[in-house]
């Protein structure tokens, strides 16, 4: 049995990672700002849960969970999360992601951890040049986000030169579910047919991207966890497969009867009317590397995904 600290746990992936932890017996160290409904439903299942509230930039906070507790592994998933949230607010963005990182980086070092993995993004690469992209893809972000992202992978390759930690990136793209908490294709699509409201998306009709359901970045995650050694620091994490948004609202109007959704075609951008950002181009993520060295196996294309949230 493990000792797996995981931050950003009441998030909607760091909460998944606790439960799948905890259902195989590790024991799990839940850190956050707060406690999400998600996070106490599993908390309320697991005794090896223990949830600790504390916040990521104070260094002292962190220092006291490793010296009371040190972890065998961190799995990092303490963020501000998305393009919109890191526009609007950069400098907390870099607080949280950057100085955060740090701040754990300093502790494993101090206390013993050897590994973290490390939820990044595919927002790391910036636009993508092809339709389909492997991790050998330059790494050129344009927003607060993806930036601070890979910040922490270099910060990462840093202290395993100067202090022989590993760090390990997963760079998931898109990922949805049930319960995603904020407002995103293919769940408002999903929700707006259930719920038997018309909705219409304004933009991106022809905008291709992979998107990755939930459990697949659970099971990417416990794999990266469990990697006796890992001969790579970074993986591609997603479904391996671009689909259009017009694509997925076809399926999603196939799925439900009666379901009114349209999808204009203006490019896609990050946020609504109220406030966007242009989105830049994207595609499929290469898998290969995940699936040949962690045996990583994504359960769920687009239209099974879709249908996971059907009653």
């Known amino acids: 049995m493990a000792h797996i600290l995981v931050t950003g746990a009441a998030g909607f992936v760091g909460a998944a990672v606790v439960g ?38 104070e260094c002292p906070t962190v220092m006291a969970l490793f010296h009371e507790d040190p972890p065998d592994c961190v799995f990092h998933a303490a963020a501000i999360v998305g393009v919109i949230a890191s ?12 100085q955060g990182s740090i701040n754990l980086l300093e502790a494993m070092r101090l206390f013993g951890t050897r590994r973290m993995v490390h939820m990044s993004s595919e927002e790391t690469y910036g636009p993508f040049k092809s339709a389909m992209i492997d991790e050998d893809h330059p790494q050129n972000p344009l927003h607060p986000y993806g930036v601070s992202k890979l910040a922490v992978e270099h910060l990462g390759r840093g202290y395993k030169e100067r202090h022989g930690l ?26 707006a047919a259930l719920a038997g409201r ?8 022809d905008f291709i991207c992979d ?18 050694a ?15 948004l017009l694509q997925i609202a076809d399926m999603v109007g196939e799925m439900v009867p009666g379901a009114q959704l349209s999808v204009g075609n203006a490019p896609y ?11 830049v181009r994207k595609g499929a993520l290469d898998i290969s590397r995940a699936r040949e060295v962690l045996g990583y196996k994504p359960k769920f294309d687009i239209r099974r995904g879709l249908a996971a949230f059907l009653p």
């Open 166 to 191: 590993e760090v390990i990136h997963l760079r998931a793209i898109w990922v949805y579910g049930p319960d995603l908490p904020r407002v995103r294709v293919p769940n408002s699509f999903i929700d």
């Open 269 to 279: 951008r990050h946020g609504d009317e109220s406030f966007s950002v242009d989105c």
């Open 211 to 228: 998107h990755t359901y939930v459990d697949d970045v659970v099971d990417a995650a416990v794999l990266a966890i469990d990697k006796a």
């Open 230 to 244: 890992h001969p790579y620091d970074a993986y591609n994490v997603g479904s391996g497969q671009g689909v259009s």
């Open 87 to 98: 526009v609007r607010a950069p400098i907390r963005t870099f607080e949280v992601n950057v």
């Open 198 to 205: 018309p909705f219409h998306q304004p933009f991106g009709a």
């Open 20 to 57: 799948a932890l905890a259902a195989r017996g590790d024991r799990v160290t839940a850190f956050d700002i707060a406690v999400s409904p998600g996070l106490r439903k599993v908390a309320g299942q697991y005794e090896n849960v223990r949830l600790v509230i504390g916040e990521i930039t």
